[in-house]
Every structure is written in C-alpha cells, then in structure tokens.
C-alpha cells in the first residue's frame, strides 16, 4: 500500500486504493477517508 497522511494523526498510514474499509488483519486502530481511498492507521 501507499503511505498517506490524515489530518492531526502523527507518523503515516496504509493507503487502500479504491476501498471503503480497511482490511482486517493487519491492526489498523484507526482511518480516514479519502474518496475513492482509504488511508488506514497505523502503518
């Protein structure tokens, strides 16, 4: 995946191309959208 960023979260997350949720297994805690992404937190 991509890095990206989401605004007032530090460091930098997984970006999932043309996703509206973030994968399980892989400990995301966290995400944010961005049409037609998703950048899932942490990396």
Request: charged share 10%.
């Amino acid at each position: 995946a991509a890095p990206c960023s989401c605004p007032g979260k530090p460091g930098r997350g997984d970006l999932w191309i043309f996703r509206g949720t973030c994968p399980g297994g892989y400990g995301y805690t966290s995400n944010c959208y961005k049409w037609p992404n998703i950048c899932c937190y942490p990396h």
